[in-house]
């Protein structure tokens, strides 16, 4: 299980963020997250996958906000604030074929050892770079203070994931969203 982001997708091929279109995001507003991939990431065996989120300075996402920025072709201030949340990482060969990889319970622990990260984070995200953040993922023992987070934060939900699932390169039952929904009925 992961928060589930308010963002828009993104993968980062050869140091180019794409779109979920597969159209290249806009370079100017996405630069300093390029320029962190550049340096920390060896983007010619792996591709990353993840959403680009603009945090308000209180933590909450504005997806409104992340839309407008990564659109625009200057670059503002608020463009600081973009992040780029990764939750894969997929050899390049792979990706490119639209061939099965690894489970993602393996990839994720590949994504964490290239990066780095060794121990458990008490936050949702680990923060590799200033701008490029790993999603911390959980299991069913952590799934109730995954929710209260959920509910203290205003989160828009939970993904379910099927850790013994390859990537796969379309909607899949294998990633599932979990959101609480409201109904009434009036007259």
């Given at each position: 299980y992961s928060r589930k982001l308010d963002g828009l997708r993104c993968y980062y091929l050869d140091g180019v963020p794409i779109s979920r279109t597969n159209k290249p995001h806009k370079q100017a507003p996405l630069s300093h997250i390029t320029e962190q991939i550049k340096s920390h990431f060896n983007y010619e065996d792996y591709v990353l996958d993840g959403e680009i989120i603009y945090l308000n300075p209180d933590g909450s996402e504005d997806f409104k906000k992340a839309i407008s920025l990564a659109r625009s072709d200057k670059r503002t201030k608020d463009c600081d604030n973009l992040y780029f949340c990764v939750f894969d990482m997929i050899q390049k060969?792979?990706?490119?074929?639209?061939?099965?990889?690894?489970?993602?319970?393996?990839?994720?622990?590949?994504?964490?050892?290239?990066?780095?990260?060794?121990?458990?984070?008490?936050s949702?995200?680990?923060?590799?770079?200033?701008?490029?953040?790993?999603?911390k993922q959980v299991n069913d023992t952590e799934l109730d203070a995954l929710q209260e987070a959920r509910f203290a934060n205003n989160w828009e939900g939970?993904?379910?994931?099927?850790?013994?699932?390859?990537?796969?390169y379309k909607r899949t039952s294998n990633l599932l969203k979990i959101k609480e929904m409201q109904d009434i009925e009036l007259e």
């Open positions: 060969d792979k990706f490119l074929c639209k061939q099965p990889d690894i489970c993602f319970k393996d990839a994720y622990e590949r994504l964490k050892i290239h990066h780095g990260i060794t121990g458990e984070t008490d949702w995200f680990t923060t590799y770079d200033k701008n490029i953040l790993i999603l939970i993904m379910l994931r099927n850790g013994l699932a390859p990537y796969e």
